[in-house]
């Protein structure tokens, strides 16, 4: 059973020019948000998307662009408090 | 203190750390300790070049975080197998934490590469890295920088000899992070303990109550404010899939709704305090004059419906507010989703709280000064 999280709030983006259909995000994605379709990357299933960056980090063209960070309430109070990280 | 013992041999002028894939019951207890959240911020192995079995230079690199939880997980998956494990020095951190904060990185890598002269050991430059460092790890950039091809190996280590006898190849199932029961249910300690001293802080405030004979909170009060955490702490972690919502607040706050309503039900029950404002108003006069209505009036449903409405705002409140807290150690929550959620809950945990606790002092006025 496959656990999602809220809807439509990643910010997963596929620029599908600079896509090259290499694969290696569909490789790293550990919640099989890319697939390959007609030979390019493309998002099918965002809301399943964590933002953990893998895929923006070994992106050899650039194609993909995420706001990268950690799902952590502690980390979000604590950012909001005095611009420090998580707990941990 | 790493607590394995640093055998070593010198293998081309190299220290090489032995290592086995065998777990002592001392490992187990370390395990189990950490769980707990105690000292697991000082849990590691020293960084280096450590070896299973009898490795040669055609063997593979698996490369590691400094987390003991993470290289003992690693090694007791390869049993059998001939390999040298390059230990990085994540700070103590596992593999994914350590991605995500920059310390399982493309340049720690490259520096552990030269620093421990790896190239002198092995005829290949190939690297077998656990896919969630990915976060952290450019194998592009690896590539360009070191000459080193970083292959991803699966999520979990238990994997590895299914990978390597799959050419080295994932499937979609050892690619897929999961957070299935069992997966949920070992972060149920370290979550608990985090609310403990919110527990204690309530019953610390019962006993202090009781002993100035001051009727603020009773007993069933404290064990409902107390339950609140154990829902948010427990019960929601080990039925997240099946409790309604998406979102870990709601999640909480349902979870949250439950628990008020079986709270109130047991304040409805013999020995709470509207059936002894019964009792007490009969035993007072045995007669219905205006008088003795308005004390049964005042002596018994005002203080129960102000109760069952602090219960209403705090009790919810509560376990919205930390099982929101427990997405920090969920596999699937995004950042966009938890600021979403805390945009919402923090301020509604915060005026809930307030208004239940005006709530209670209205409560023990009403009961202290009309009862």
């Known amino acids: 059973m496959k656990l999602k999280y809220l809807k439509n709030v990643a910010s997963l983006n596929i620029n599908c020019c600079k896509c090259t259909g290499c694969g290696v995000c569909v490789d790293v994605c550990p919640h099989e948000v890319i697939g390959i379709v007609g030979k390019k990357a493309v998002i099918i299933d965002l809301d399943s998307c964590m933002e953990c960056g893998a895929c923006l980090k070994n992106c050899p063209f650039e194609a993909i662009s995420v706001s990268k960070g950690v799902g952590c309430a502690i980390a979000v109070l604590n950012s909001r408090k005095n611009n420090g990280e998580c707990c941990c | ?371």
């Open chain 2, 1 to 371: 203190k790493s607590g394995n013992n640093l055998l070593s041999k010198n293998i081309s002028g190299l220290t090489v750390y032995k290592t086995d894939a065998k777990l002592t019951f001392k490992d187990m207890l370390g395990l189990w300790r950490v769980r707990l959240g105690i000292k697991r911020n000082s849990y590691l192995v020293k960084p280096g070049i450590y070896c299973t079995g009898n490795p040669d230079p055609d063997s593979m690199v698996f490369v590691s975080a400094n987390y003991k939880l993470s290289f003992d997980n690693l090694r007791s998956s390869l049993v059998g197998i001939n390999a040298w494990i390059l230990v990085l020095d994540t700070k103590g951190v596992n593999v994914w934490c350590a991605a995500g904060k920059g310390t399982f990185s493309t340049e720690e890598i490259i520096n552990k590469l030269s620093e421990f002269k790896v190239g002198q050991l092995i005829n290949h430059k190939k690297l077998i890295v656990p896919q969630l460092a990915a976060t952290g790890v450019s194998a592009h950039d690896v590539l360009k920088l070191s000459g080193y091809r970083v292959i991803f190996g699966p999520v979990r280590a238990q994997d590895i000899s299914s990978f390597l006898k799959n050419g080295m190849k994932s499937t979609k199932e050892m690619r897929a992070v999961n957070f299935g029961a069992k997966d949920r249910a070992v972060l149920i300690p370290i979550e608990f303990i985090g609310t403990l001293k919110y527990i204690l802080a309530i019953i610390a405030a019962f006993i202090i109550f009781k002993y100035t004979k001051m009727n603020f909170i009773n007993l069933r009060d404290t064990v409902a404010f107390s339950g609140a955490f154990v829902i948010a702490a427990i019960i929601v972690p080990l039925f997240l899939p099946w409790i309604p919502g998406r979102a870990f607040s709601l999640k909480g706050f349902f979870a949250g709704i439950i628990w008020m309503l079986a709270m109130t039900a047991w304040n409805l029950s013999p020995g709470s305090i509207m059936q002894n404002g019964i009792k007490a108003a009969s035993a007072n006069t045995g007669g219905t004059s205006y008088f003795n209505l308005q004390k049964f009036f005042y002596g018994n449903w005002l203080p129960f419906l102000l109760l069952t409405l602090a219960y209403l705002m705090i009790i919810p409140a509560i376990s919205a507010f930390f099982a929101l807290n427990f997405t920090g150690s969920s596999t699937y929550t995004s950042l966009s989703g938890v600021k979403k959620e805390m945009k919402i809950t923090l301020p509604y945990f915060i005026s809930a709280l307030c208004v239940g606790a005006v709530l209670l002092i209205i409560r023990f006025l009403v009961q202290t000064f009309i009862m």
